[in-house]
């Protein structure tokens, strides 16, 4: 399996732009999460989906914020209105029965 | 709530030290724990997961143990050497079991 895989790798967009973020867990997970990283906050939990469903969405900051995960092999994060707050480095990962984690590459986020 | 904390923030050493990373954990009702290295810029890659009925685990030069019972975890790399250079994340389970609370990490840099 060729991982976790998400895109953009990378994003520069204006404030007030809408940004989409994706994500491609690894077949035959059944848990996806999305978190951001911060220097100042260090890997905050936004999101957790168990089989496609959200679970637990209290860390997702604003109603800017939106997630999906229309089906197993697919997930995404919105940010709508963007702002430059928003900046960040955003990970998504996944998880098997064994609870193992394993991440994406992240995509890196600039809103100017 | 679960609260991970990792002590040294940055750590220094020369090539060939054995050393130890620090991990505290307040919620020691966990059924796993997970250690990552996270180089610039770069993903989270899993080093090593330990089930709460473990008391160690070993990959190589690493060596991860856990005691639930004071709500520690150390990591152990052996004859570090300056590939070893990262930073290095502790993740236990949040109160719900649902998703990881990473630690802020302890950056590691190994000098050849």
């Known amino acids: 399996d060729a991982g976790v895989i998400q895109s953009p790798r990378h994003e520069v967009t204006e404030m007030g732009q809408e940004v989409t973020l994706r994500c491609k867990p690894i077949s035959g997970h059944n848990s996806l999460f999305w978190y951001r990283q911060t220097m100042m906050r260090g890997l905050e939990l936004l999101i957790y989906f168990n089989n496609n469903v959200p679970i637990d969405d209290s860390g997702m900051p604003e109603d800017r914020f939106s997630a999906k995960m229309p089906n197993a092999s697919f997930s995404t994060l919105k940010i709508q209105p963007s702002e430059p707050r928003d900046s960040a480095v955003y990970f998504c990962?996944?998880?098997?029965?064994?609870?193992?984690?394993?991440f994406g590459q992240g995509t890196r986020l600039t809103v100017v | 709530k679960q609260e991970v904390t990792q002590i040294p923030a940055a750590l220094s050493v020369p090539e060939g030290e054995n050393l130890v990373l620090n991990c505290s954990f307040t919620?020691?009702?966990?059924?796993?724990l997970q250690w990552f290295r996270q180089d610039p810029g770069k993903g989270l890659t899993s080093l090593l997961l330990?089930?709460?009925?473990?008391r160690e685990q070993t990959s190589g030069r690493l060596n991860a143990s856990l005691d639930k019972s004071s709500g520690r975890s150390t990591l152990y790399i052996a004859a570090s050497q300056p590939g070893d250079s990262a930073t290095y994340l502790c993740a236990a389970p949040n109160q719900a079991g649902t998703a990881l609370i990473f630690g802020k990490g302890t950056t590691l840099s190994v000098s050849s």
């Open positions: 919620d020691s009702a966990i059924y796993n």
């Open positions: 990962a996944s998880t098997g029965f064994d609870t193992e984690a394993f």
């Open positions: 330990i089930q709460s009925s473990q």
